[in-house]
Structure formats: structure tokens, C-alpha cells
């Protein structure tokens, strides 16, 4: 079954240094790898994905995320971080077969001045 | 591009009574359709996928004689919540997909049984 874990509630960050929101998943087959970053009392925004080709994935506002396959991983990042990145952080999966994505428990991430 | 609306955006009503959640891909034609639900400071949890002329395909757990769901065009979902109760309110969320993968999402309900 797939399954995707966020190991972190929350993570906190001073503006400006740089950010990591963990991920890591279980799929058979090859994933299809989503971040996406929902602001209070809104609908979830995308930020970036997988599907294939380099691991080094570049998305919207400034992130990032790497795949890596042998540790199942798909972190997000992003080099400096601003108070407006201040949010909750979802990551999902889905497999080839599939339609439908399966998220993560969500990570809030607080971004200080 | 790739924005999906919902509306309403905040229902409160009565338990007993019926409430309908529509679901709009503004700009785009959307193959499948799904209806989310979550909880406060929680994940989204799937509740049912649809395409467009045929029935839609409920989570195990998932009630689909009370969460009714209609995708009657390309670009609209409707969701129904019948005979709500207070364990009913929650934040509904529909997400459009095209062929590209990725899923678009609406800017969510939110519902308030009484």
C-alpha cells in the first residue's frame, strides 16, 4: 500500500537561513512525488513535483525538493527562508497505476524575523 | 491557469438537513475529480474519485449514500452531505486533475452542522 510519512509536526526557522521539510513514502513501482502548502483556512496550493527525469526538482516561491530513490525520500527545501513561507506543508504520493494521491500528516513550518 | 473553485466557501446548517458543495475547474476540462475531507490540523484524508458520466469510487469507510456525489460535465462536482449531523462538519476539499498528474485544488468548504 502506499504510504507517505512527514516525521515532523513542525519545524522553525529564522528568516533567512535556509529550510528542510522531511518526506519519505512507499509506493511499488516508480512514485509520483507532489509538495503542497495549504495557508490557514484555504485549499491547498502546488508547489512542485516528481514524475521523472532529474531528482533535483525546482517549483514555485523559491523551493525545491530532491528525490532520492534509495532512501525514498522527496524533501523539501528552500536556500533562505521568509516569515510568508509560514504555512502547513503537505507531501503526497501516488503510483503509476493509481489516480489518486495520498498525503502525508502535514508539517507546519514557522518562519521567525 | 488550472483554477478550481468551490462554492460555498462557509455553510452552517441544521442537522438534518442537506447540504450540496459544488466543485468548478474554471479553465480547464478536468478528467477526474476528487473530494477530500480534513479535520483540523490534519491531512487530507480521500474520500471519493469521479469521473465525469459514471459513478463515483468511495473510500472503504466512506458512506456514499449520505456523501453523494454527482459529476455531471468536465468541469463540475457536486458533493452532497445528506441528513448532516454535527460529526459532519469539516473542511471538504475538491481537486481537479488533467493528464499532466498533477491534481488542482479548490479553496475548500467549510461546514458547520448545528
Known amino acids: 500500500a502506499q504510504s507517505v510519512a512527514q516525521p515532523e509536526d513542525q519545524v522553525n526557522v529564522a528568516e533567512g537561513n535556509p529550510l528542510t521539510v522531511k518526506c519519505t513514502y512507499s509506493?511499488?513501482?516508480?512514485?509520483?512525488l507532489f509538495w503542497y502548502v495549504q495557508y490557514p483556512n484555504r485549499g491547498l496550493q502546488f508547489l512542485l513535483k516528481?514524475?521523472?527525469?532529474?531528482?533535483l526538482v525546482k517549483g514555485s516561491y523559491g523551493f525545491e525538493a530532491e528525490f532520492n530513490k534509495s532512501q525514498t525520500s522527496f524533501h523539501l527545501k528552500k536556500p533562505s527562508a521568509l516569515v510568508s513561507d509560514s504555512a502547513l506543508y503537505f507531501c503526497a504520493v501516488r503510483d503509476q497505476a493509481g489516480t489518486a494521491l495520498i498525503f502525508g500528516k502535514g508539517t507546519t513550518l514557522s518562519v521567525s524575523s | 491557469g488550472a483554477v478550481v473553485s468551490q462554492h460555498p466557501s462557509w455553510v452552517i446548517c441544521k442537522s438534518g438537513t442537506s447540504v450540496k458543495i459544488e466543485c468548478r475547474s474554471l479553465?480547464?476540462?478536468?478528467?477526474?475529480m476528487f473530494w477530500y475531507r480534513q479535520f483540523p490540523k490534519q491531512s487530507l484524508m480521500l474520500m471519493a474519485t469521479?469521473?465525469?458520466?459514471?459513478?463515483?469510487?468511495?473510500e472503504q469507510g466512506v458512506e456514499k449514500d449520505k456523501f453523494l456525489i454527482n459529476h455531471a460535465s468536465l468541469t463540475l462536482s457536486t458533493l452532497t452531505v445528506t441528513s448532516a449531523h454535527p460529526e459532519d462538519s469539516s473542511f471538504y476539499i475538491c481537486s481537479a486533475s488533467i493528464a499532466e498528474h498533477t491534481q488542482y485544488f479548490g479553496p475548500g468548504t467549510r461546514l458547520t452542522v448545528l
Open positions: 479553465d480547464f476540462q478536468a478528467t477526474t
Open positions: 469521479s469521473n465525469e458520466g459514471s459513478k463515483a469510487t468511495y
Open positions: 516528481y514524475i521523472t527525469g532529474d531528482n
Open positions: 509506493v511499488s513501482g516508480n512514485p509520483y
